[in-house]
């Protein structure tokens, strides 16, 4: 129940903090603000001067600028202020930058700041539009101090009044998308699909057709929300809030291949959002895409620099997968990725902080890189008496963990690791869908697998040479099973495919792998060269690439489907 709703506060008694590395931007904001009644103006110069203020009082009003200082720009801090709850609902948001990119537009929307000015600052516009703020606030104040604490059928009563005064004319469609962003959270569909169907009649504005998308999607209206989202992508004011959108609609439908690709599209277009990057990373990861784990935990290593995110922790993520990528690729990849790795493991050991409260995770990963050059003695060595406790630890220490006992063969070591994670995942809704579905496969595979992918190549190419082509057929399948996005491996389990059936060997489970082959090669992008000769194994195999089957959907949805 919502208790009495406090007062606004009074103008003359409203705190303000001005954060510019500029002299002159203080210089001009401070005294409109003055001749506006505010009183109580505070500047910082840098984002350390700017926290220890925060930390000593509340402000109602934050200028923030891009270019805040050499070592954190504005978009960290500004998403820092946020996670520290020193910026709520009702605080006054103005984001300044003389910076103007789409990507940086993009980060900056996402963290909903309530103006964008850019710089040089004009003084004739500043002491109009800062008055318009602050009587848009004053007279806001239920409706949002009932969104802060989450009270929706409040705050659209209080939004529905407010689009009766004239005055809040300009800020109209920001109540009105309030509305019905709380139609959704109530979970009234089906109003919140009427409510924005209405709005599309006279709106253009790209919001209303994003809500009018997430109220079909919602109700599994494919037909309809198909349609609309054609249009949405092509949109430049659109497409990057449709992707994720989009992304979240299939993660909870468990098509983790849709949803990887939507949000692949999403940190292009906005590269700074870390929550969006984990998305990134884990749907990558259960896709079996190890590239794509690497350029996503490189993306929030690199944004991350200065930001409330940054720590150790994402490097040994960066090493890590890393080495993930090195125990699937040829002799001389693996190698280069192994160098790269013992070059960052050795930064880090020579941190004495970092080898303190690292000294494990560090171990594993020398004992992993040892591993995987052959010196398997030396890294169970390293390794042997680490015990399988999991709550202690980091979910990617734990993961770091099992794929070391289990690429030394210790498989009841790594298969205790796992069974142990799953309550890691509770409090997080979309680990829950995304990473339990991972270790769901994980279970299986480290059960039923005992060998590391290049393990597993290197047996089916002994195999091979010496014509058995069961045993290789075996190989090649745990593999493609451990790397499905591994091209090499799905050709060569064709072509050992297609053997079987000149040998008139072939049986039906060799047949629903080929299916399987089929599906994923035909969705990568392949080479003329690769096409022909997957062509050359499909005739071979009297299969017919164009049938229903092996259909490429180049729509969001498969209509065919539904």
């Known amino acids: 129940m919502l208790e009495k709703i406090p007062a606004p506060t009074p103008r003359e008694n409203l705190r303000a903090l001005i954060i510019d590395s500029q002299n002159l931007v203080h210089s001009v904001i401070k005294p409109a603000l003055h001749s506006l009644g505010v009183s109580y103006v505070t500047s910082a110069f840098n984002e350390f001067h700017a926290k220890r203020l925060y930390h000593a009082r509340h402000y109602d009003i934050v200028f923030l600028s891009f270019n805040v200082s050499r070592d954190k720009d504005g978009f960290h801090l500004f998403e820092e202020l946020k996670y520290l709850n020193f910026i709520k609902s009702t605080t006054t948001v103005v984001f300044l930058s003389a910076e103007t990119s789409t990507e940086l537009v993009n980060c900056v929307v996402e963290l909903q700041p309530d103006d964008f000015w850019v710089k040089p600052l004009k003084r004739s516009l500043i002491q109009q539009r800062l008055n318009y703020l602050l009587q848009i606030k004053f007279k806001l104040h239920k ?93 430049r004011d659109t497409r990057f809030l449709t992707y994720d959108l989009l992304a979240q609609y299939f993660i909870e439908k468990g098509k983790f291949d ?78 280069q990725y192994l160098r790269a790795a013992e070059l960052e493991i050795e930064k880090l050991s020579l941190q004495p902080e970092v080898q303190k409260s690292c000294d494990e995770q560090l171990s594993i990963l020398k004992a992993r890189v040892l591993c995987c050059t052959g010196k398997k003695n030396v890294a169970e060595a390293m390794i042997k008496d680490f015990t399988t406790e999991t709550h202690e630890y980091t979910l990617e220490d734990n993961l770091d963990k099992m794929k070391a006992f289990h690429e030394l063969g210790l498989r009841e070591k790594a298969t205790s690791v796992l069974n142990g994670l799953r309550a890691q995942l509770e409090s997080d809704s979309f680990r829950s869908i995304v990473v339990s579905k991972y270790l769901e496969e994980e279970s299986h595979q480290r059960e039923e697998i005992r060998f590391t992918t290049k393990e597993l190549k290197g047996m089916a190419a002994t195999n091979y040479k010496k014509s058995r082509l069961l045993p290789t057929f075996t190989n090649l399948y745990q593999a493609f099973t451990l790397s499905p996005r591994d091209k090499q491996i799905a050709f060569n389990l064709l072509k050992v495919i297609v053997e079987l059936k000149e040998r008139d060997e072939l049986e039906n489970n060799h047949l629903k792998v080929t299916d399987k082959v089929m599906k994923v090669l035909l969705n990568e992008s392949l080479t003329k060269l690769q096409r022909q000769r997957l062509e050359q194994y499909a005739e071979k195999l009297d299969i017919d690439l164009h049938a229903d089957k092996y259909e490429i959907v180049t729509g969001v949805f498969n209509r065919k489907s539904g």
């Not at 959270?185 to 253009?204: I, N, P, V």
């Not at 209206?221 to 054609?230: M, S």
Request: proline share 2%.
């Open 258 to 335: 849709l949803a990887y690709e939507q949000t692949r599209q999403a940190s292009k277009l906005a590269p700074r959002n870390m929550e969006r990057n984990k998305r990134l990373w884990e749907l990558a990861r259960l896709n079996h895409d190890n590239l794509g784990q690497l350029s996503a935990v490189k993306s929030m290593e690199k944004n991350a620099k200065n930001s409330i995110h940054d720590s150790p922790q994402l490097l040994l993520n960066v090493i890590r997968t890393t080495i993930d990528v090195a125990t699937t690729s040829t002799d001389e990849e693996a190698e």
């Open 143 to 235: 409706m949002l101090y009932c969104m802060q604490a989450n009270e929706y059928s409040s705050a659209m009563y209080y939004a529905e009044r407010q689009l009766n005064d004239d005055s809040l004319k300009e800020y109209h469609p920001r109540i009105r998308r309030l509305i019905g962003n709380c139609l959704i959270k109530l979970h009234d569909y089906e109003g919140a699909q009427r409510y924005f169907e209405t709005l599309s009649c006279t709106m253009k504005q790209g919001w209303v057709s994003i809500g009018l998308a997430n109220a079909l999607l919602l109700q599994d209206k494919l037909e309809e929300a198909q349609d609309l989202i054609d249009k949405l992508v092509t949109r």
